[in-house]
């Protein structure tokens, strides 16, 4: 899933700068997992600047509503009754979600409340990891499940570098060297010998941005099929 | 007149090599010196690539200068500033300015260096680098275009005898050498019983595999004080200063520690001589490059 956290406080005030009138607008998947974007936050997100807005006797008027997605259209036009109460909408979904509300409100200045920051996994309560760079050409079979474009800092694709250090990373030593993690797999599954194969130079075109992604079932002529 | 490397390298019984650091800003009056001082002393200088990730001035410009000094150059590139055009145009640019041998390394992160908020590059690797200089060599890019006029350089990268784990390094090892790889200059080496192992399992893999004739220089970085040591044992991975070499350099007389490091580096270098531990040595005197004669005399090879 999609992990981000909430930028600071007074980030976020000083975006808001002299709005009157504050729409906090939640999602409720990804960021809701992650603890950063959903009901509970957004409730807590608007208390919190209600009380920053009275204590420093600013005029401010903080609604909240938290939609189901915020990167689905359909879930937006919802909105679409009540949001010119508002001067600003702030948005706690990823920066994919601020987008889609921005397009769908064009006439609305839209903050982000949020740093989106990986796609990773929950490693236990209220950790999460990186773990997919969305590369467009996956090669985890040839690794062990273990992706070296994105766990390793460098992104290597032949072995390890000489930072290696008693399993882990020079960059942070708090995360585990890749490539001693691959190996260690690969020997455990006996299949080392997918190691042999000196791999080529990635090929980075299919994370030319920005990526669009047509489903084969609804290509039509005027989308006509990737190659 | 100085030979070139690679015939130095068949040649020879024993290489050596040292490694000087560009300056950051245009004074070069101190690079120029060095490459005086040691041109005729050693076989190659390494002139390193925006060492540590700090800015300088590059490797390229420096290794023109020891050409024009008279020097044999050994150009290191890394993979961390460039992406695979810049590295092929600096290769290209680098033959046309007199260059003949390059080291391909991967680079340490730009986090350590002076600009961390920079974007790290690492396009390619150092195995798809060193297949890259062969690619030029043959007369064509990586993309498979022609050149017109290729290169013909002697391409060499780095093992790291003490990683832990060492396989994967192996591993890499190995690669490199199919990749093109026909010197090797190692991480720096303290501990030779654990160095000669090192190299009884890399000749075995060299064999195994019937790898051609591949030179291993072993790296020698020059000891300055036991806090040097001891935070290289802490801080850099693949080196370990062992004990007793920290206690050498504890014992000296005040002002005295980099002496007894010169020592320790003559003896280590006249030690793997004399056992033929492996094809020569690559000297790393960071900082104190004119110290590198007085380490040749201490190893009996000045």
Same mark, same amino acid.
């Given at each position: 899933? /999609? ?9 976020? =005030? ?21 603890? !950063? ?16 807005? @009275? ?6 008027? /903080? ?16 909105? !679409? ?17 601020? *987008? ?7 006439? +609305? ?24 760079? &969305? ?38 030593? =708090? ?23 000196? *791999? ?8 030319? +941005? ?18 | ?16 090599? !040292? ?21 005729? #002393? ?10 540590? $990730?700090?800015?300088?001035? $590059? ?33 290209? $640019? ?67 005898? =003490? ?15 199919? &990749? ?15 160095? #000669? ?5 890399? #000749? ?20 300055? $004080? ?7 044992? =802490? ?16 014992? !000296? ?19 793997? @001589? ?29």
């Amino acid at each position: 899933m /999609i992990v981000a956290e909430r930028k600071p406080l007074d980030e976020i =005030e000083a975006m808001l700068a002299s709005a009157e009138r504050v729409l906090v607008v939640g999602c409720g998947t990804c960021v809701a997992v992650c603890m !950063a974007g959903g009901e509970k936050e957004v409730e807590l997100l608007a208390s919190e600047l209600r009380m920053r807005a @009275q204590a420093s006797g600013q005029r401010r008027r /903080i609604d909240q509503v938290t939609l189901t997605r915020q990167c689905d259209r359909e879930y937006l036009d919802a909105l !679409a009754a009540y949001v010119e109460e508002y001067d600003v909408l702030l948005s706690t979904a990823c920066g994919a979600g601020v *987008q889609l509300l921005a397009e769908r409100f064009d006439g +609305k200045l839209i903050l982000p409340a949020l740093n989106t920051r990986f796609i990773g996994t929950a490693e236990g309560p209220g950790v999460w990891s990186q773990r997919c760079l &969305a590369c467009g050409q996956c090669l985890l079979h040839l690794t062990g499940g273990v992706c070296p474009v994105t766990r390793c800092p460098k992104n290597l694709l032949n072995g390890p570098c000489g930072g290696t250090n008693h399993g882990k990373c020079e960059v942070n030593p =708090e995360n585990d060297c890749a490539w001693t993690l691959i190996y260690r797999r690969l020997e455990k599954l006996g299949r080392l010998d997918l190691l042999d194969a000196i *791999q080529p130079p990635k090929d980075y075109r299919p994370m030319t +941005k920005p990526a669009r992604l047509v489903h084969p079932a609804f290509q039509t002529e005027s989308a006509p099929p990737t190659k | 007149m100085v030979r070139l490397f690679r015939d130095v390298l068949q040649e020879k019984d024993f290489v050596v090599t !040292a490694e000087i650091g560009p300056p950051k800003g245009t004074d070069v009056s101190r690079l120029v010196h060095h490459i005086e001082l040691l041109r005729d #002393r050693v076989d190659a200088l390494n002139v390193t690539d925006n060492q540590s $990730s700090v800015m300088r001035v $590059s490797s390229l410009a420096a290794c023109r200068l020891i050409v024009e000094h008279g020097g044999e150059p050994i150009l290191q590139l890394t993979c961390r500033d460039r992406n695979r055009l810049a590295l092929q145009s600096e290769l290209l $640019s680098a033959w046309v300015l007199g260059v003949r041998n390059v080291l391909c390394l991967t680079g340490d992160y730009v986090t350590v260096g002076d600009h961390p908020e920079a974007k790290p590059v690492f396009d390619l690797d150092s195995v798809q680098l060193l297949q890259t200089v062969q690619y030029l060599n043959q007369g064509r890019d990586l993309a498979g275009n022609n050149l017109e006029g290729a290169t013909d350089f002697l391409a060499g990268s780095v093992v790291t005898p =003490e990683a832990d784990p060492l396989e994967p390094q192996l591993v890499k090892f190995a690669k490199k050498v199919r &990749a093109g790889a026909r010197f090797f200059q190692t991480q720096a080496v303290y501990d030779l019983d654990r160095f #000669r192992r090192f190299m009884e399992q890399a #000749r075995r893999l060299l064999a195994q595999n019937q790898m051609g004739p591949v030179k291993i220089l072993a790296g020698i970085v020059l000891l300055t $004080s036991a806090k040097m040591a001891r935070y290289m044992n =802490e801080h850099v991975p693949g080196i370990m200063v062992p004990e007793s070499l920290i206690e050498q350099l504890t014992g !000296a007389e005040k002002g005295k520690a980099l002496q007894v490091g010169i020592q320790i580096a003559g003896r280590l270098i006249r030690q793997i @001589q004399q056992e033929r531990l492996c094809d020569g040595v690559h000297i790393m005197a960071i900082g104190k490059e004119e110290r590198v004669p007085d380490i040749l005399a201490e190893a009996g090879l000045a």
